[in-house]
């Protein structure tokens, strides 16, 4: 199986690769994409980021480091029949830059790793972070159908995934809500369906609910399709878009038993104008585990002029009492109730030069907690955590990025 999903991902990502290629040799994107788009069946796109940052968490439980986190995805697609293909593959190199580990973030909570929970580290992506076929056909003069299969991709919960939200575009930390709203952005074994017409969609997917184990290399960590979700959007407008989902999640935690039922809404908005944008998303989820619920509450926004970007994210996230008081003994303590953790982050970016269309940009931003009574102990009455940063985004093309994208309806 493991030799069949390579073949696969290889496919998948050597018809992307001249896109790649093509970016690094051009300084011209707008004009080499339109050559492309005139001369080829195929219309091709790229986008991606890569952010190199001194990250500096606060408390007794913090520290300091120097880390990369990065992605790079490129999209190839052209009619097909009555409809249209759509393929898409996405990596990055989080394994090497960000270690198997991940990076330091206060109170987040996650995944594995040696053996033992990952509790205030933020996981690092896979190497392989989606590989997918998509086809969209047209049903009249008014709806769609889709079908997208992918060994690696995204099902229909949750809000977009935080790396393709234009609201939180400039902002190099993952949000402390992640794993309650769109950590299955990186599933295993997803097959999708989606019915679109006018302003609602309706999507539905089956996939493997696990989540990646802590070998960040392995092209993926196959599993039977044991889990199930489903997905409404409306998008009145060009600017605003509103989803509501919800899923069963079979044990998707390799060190905590029990299965997960995940509900999410969100609302997100965009305006733009030339390279000019401001973007928000408001987005609430709810965990029903074993032994309670956990919800989770974030706001951000970004808004870009000229050359300064400034965002902001404003989360409160139930987190496991227990797990982050100490680890090792979180399974003694799995009566306690959940501790509300609340943050604010304020952060900028300058963009300081272009170099043949990539983007380049200096900025810093600080993280303030309200820390409940029963972390004081182990985190601090006011930890305060500080990212300063290099963010490096590869050009855009003439259709611009890769935002709001998601993987029943690609970008194109």
Known sequence: MRTGVFVFCVCVLSVLAPAVARAQDDPRPADRDAADHASSPWMLMSDGVLFATFNHQGGPRGGDELKSTNWWMGMASR????????????????????TSRGYRELFQVGEAYQGQPLVDWQHPHDLLMQAAVVWRVPIGTESHVTIAGAPVGEPALGPIA????????????????HHTLDSTHIAMGVLTTAVERGPVTIEGSIFHGGEPDDNRWNLMDPG?????????????????????SHGFLKKPEALEAGDVRRTTASVDWLRSSGDDFTAATVAVGRNDKEHGAFHAFLAELTSHRGATSIYGRLESVDTETALLQNPLTADAGLDLPPSLVTALTVG???DVTRWRGFEIGAGADVTLYAVPDALRASHGDHPASVHVFLRVRPPAGHMGRMWNMRMAKPVM
């Open 224 to 244: 039977a399709l044991d889990s199930w979700s489903a997905r409404i959007w409306y998008q009145p407008s060009s600017e605003w878009q509103l989803q509501v």
């Open 162 to 177: 935080f790396m393709h939200r234009p609201s939180a575009a400039e902002n190099p930390a993952a949000p402390l809500a």
């Open 348 to 350: 900028a970016v300058r």
């Open 79 to 98: 009619n097909a029949g009555p409809g249209r293909l759509t393929l898409t593959g996405m990596i990055s190199l989080d394994p090497a830059t960000a």
